[in-house]
């Protein structure tokens, strides 16, 4: 029997579509996260006093943190490392839970008290734009309470997870052939 350097069969095996899918779709969502950190930052900046200041900062921090892990899971998962999968996953699941929370606040018509509103006086359009640019969009659209800029945050996090949820085809015949 022949001893083959699993190491070297691993790095010749290619990923398959719906991983490369996956992690597509993982580095689009990153982009789309340093997109609303970068707009919500450059307005932060320009005039500090229309933003609830801890609320923005947080919602800054997630933002980076989202890409940066959306990105590490992206890199895993072209690597073929399973670790990457769930990465991704739980990234994308957890980004969801803002939208999830900003959908059922637009639908029992809920208004923050405090007056928190960011972007105030922006059509439904460029607000259902904007909710696609990550957590940032994800709490803007919570905030706004729009049920259309809600649905539009859960998009990318849903069709992330949903591509990165099954098991990578070519992982599943290269154990078959292996066996």
């Known amino acids: 029997m022949l001893y083959e350097n699993p190491g070297a069969a691993h790095a010749a095996r290619s990923i398959g579509a719906v991983a490369t899918l996956a992690g597509t779709l993982a580095l689009l ?3 789309l996260n340093l997109i609303g950190v970068g707009r919500l930052g450059l307005d932060f900046l320009h005039d500090p006093g229309d933003f609830d200041n801890s609320l923005a900062y947080i919602t800054l921090l997630g933002g980076l ?3 940066a892990m959306l990105t590490y899971g992206a890199i895993l ?14 990234t994308c699941w957890v980004w969801a839970a803002i939208g999830v929370v900003g959908l ?3 639908l029992v018509e809920y208004s923050f008290e405090y007056g928190v509103e960011w972007f105030a006086g ?3 359009v460029a607000e259902s734009l904007f909710a696609l640019t990550g957590i940032v969009g994800a709490v803007t659209a919570l905030l ?3 049920p259309i800029a809600a649905l539009a945050a859960l998009a990318p996090p849903v069709l992330t997870a949903l591509a990165a949820t099954p098991r990578y085809p070519s992982d599943r015949a290269a154990s078959r052939s292996a066996a």
């Open 104 to 106: 059922a606040l637009a």
């Open 144 to 146: 706004d309470a729009d």
């Open 77 to 90: 998962i072209f690597r073929h490392d399973e670790t990457g999968r769930f990465t991704v996953i739980v």
């Open 29 to 31: 969502g990153a982009v």
């Open 65 to 67: 943190l989202t890409a």
């Open 122 to 124: 922006t059509g439904p």
